[in-house]
């Protein structure tokens, strides 16, 4: 990115990995991890704003799975 430098960053799909069944997420593909956690999101791949509406979709479910198991909460 463009001049753009974040200092902390959120793979969401290793945490994906992390909190469901080990080797159940196979592809990298940010369309195919929307579909195959089912989110409820009416989303077109390759659209900025599409796109944005799966990720807080999957940052929440994230969000929720790490509460149910008892991690702690850092902000």
Do not use: W
Not at 6 to 20: E, F, G, S, W
Not at 24 to 49: E, P, R, T, W
């Amino acid at each position: 990115m463009e001049g753009i430098h974040p200092q902390k960053v959120i793979c969401t799909l290793k945490l994906a990995r992390y909190l469901d069944s080990p080797g159940a997420i196979s592809k990298n593909n940010f369309q195919d991890l929307h579909y195959y956690l089912g989110l409820d999101v009416d989303a077109k791949a390759h659209d900025a704003l599409e796109d944005f509406m799966v990720l807080e979709a999957l940052f929440k479910r994230i969000y929720e799975k790490f509460v149910a198991n008892g991690q702690p909460r850092r902000y």
